[in-house]
């Protein structure tokens, strides 16, 4: 997985090219794992998959991108319900979709902004909302010059330095990427560091007081305001997930929970990582 996640990058391009039978059984199998399993707050989400162009061959609605995405076979679109909590996990679980489909050699891409949400009422339940859809097929290979645009707009292959995202002990100390005591749990932090972000925001941040590791969201406020829901709750799933990732690839054993960790005028406490401990 950690490979999956070193490799994934936001293909808005994708090959005139339906997805083969094969592929689509695998992309199904995931599903349904994804399905099954929960986040961190103990919450699932709900999954379905759509061919392009329409979300429904009946009604013939269609899923609109406004342009950003070109030829994509199909998208996956999820549905929670709008709270904080539900939609840590949805960003968490629709990562682990992500990663899975890239380590098929799709190429995907995270949409919450630029889709036509309307659109998928036709999916919902009451109280129920789609925070993301992800485009999925073959990457082109080539850049768009809007996908170039969007990339340079965002910045998108820039990531915020470690020290900048990421505290020792309280809040003033910077981390260096090379503290020793680092060790175990460096790859996992630098796995949160060069995850997807609304807009590359990397709203992220980590409090490391050995063993435990407090992660927060900082916001930006603005930006919040955009969407009817709490947009930036999603990318600190994805945080957790890779952080996760990063542990169990090098066999560190970790108790997700919330406690009492140091407040900060900025930063909303999401959850702690206590390293060494047992589910
Ligand atoms: C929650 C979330 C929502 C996003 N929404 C959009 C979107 O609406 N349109 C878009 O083109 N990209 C969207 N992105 C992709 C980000 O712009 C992209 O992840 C970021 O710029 C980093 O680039 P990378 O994914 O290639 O590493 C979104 C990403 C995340 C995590």
Known sequence: MVEHIEKRISVRHYRRMKIEDTVLSRIQ?????VHQNKGP???GIKLSYHHSPYIEEQTRIK????GFVKNAPAYIAGITHDRFENLVDFGYLMESLILELTGLGLGT???????????????LRKGEI???ITAVGYPAGKQTAREKMTRRLSRADRRLPFETLFHLNDFNRPLAPDTPELMPIYQSLELVRIGPSASNKQPWRALVQYPDVHLYL?????YGKVLSFDLQALDIGIAIYHFEQGLIGKGVTYKIEQTQAPTHPDLTYVTSFKIGKNP
Do not use: S
């Open 109 to 123: 891409v995270w949409l919450a902004g630029t889709f036509n949400r309307k659109a998928f009422d036709v999916l």
């Open 130 to 132: 789609v925070p993301a």
């Open 218 to 222: 900082k916001r930006n406020p603005k």
């Open 29 to 33: 199998e995931i599903m349904q794992q």
């Open 63 to 66: 899923i609109g991108t406004y």
């Open 41 to 43: 707050f103990g919450h």
